[in-house]
């Protein structure tokens, strides 16, 4: 299982952003998909999930109503698509990949999302 982000950088308070997941190496319909963050200095925190058929999202209680997770499998990708972004959302922001017969799961590098003017 591979994982590669990418959309992360600086973005004033207010901004959007837009991350991408690129997967490789497995069955993507069959992976769960979810966006993590960890900002300096605290707990890596889940911000979003979608489940492999795309039908179900849940958001961590912070972003709902500002965040977007979504996914294309013919392009094995996961989007969030961030919008209305505050300093507090600055951290560094993995994919985290679980497979829906094992339970095993596999992370990305990492992409940094910096909000600040």
């Known amino acids: 299982v591979q994982l590669v982000e990418s959309g992360g950088g600086l973005v004033q308070p207010g901004g959007s952003l837009r991350l991408s997941c690129v997967g490789s190496g497995f069955t993507f319909s069959n992976y769960v998909m979810r966006w993590y963050r960890q900002a300096p200095g605290k707990e890596r925190e889940l911000v979003a999930g979608i489940s492999n058929d795309g039908g179900t999202t849940n958001y961590a209680d912070s972003v709902k109503g500002r965040f977007t997770i979504s996914r294309d499998t013919a392009k094995r990708t996961v989007f969030l698509q961030m919008n209305s972004l505050k300093p507090e959302d600055t951290a560094m922001y993995y994919c985290?990949?679980?497979?829906?017969?094992?339970?095993?799961?596999?992370w990305g590098q990492g992409t940094q999302v910096t909000v600040s003017s």
């Open positions: 985290y990949a679980i497979s829906v017969r094992t339970g095993r799961g596999s």
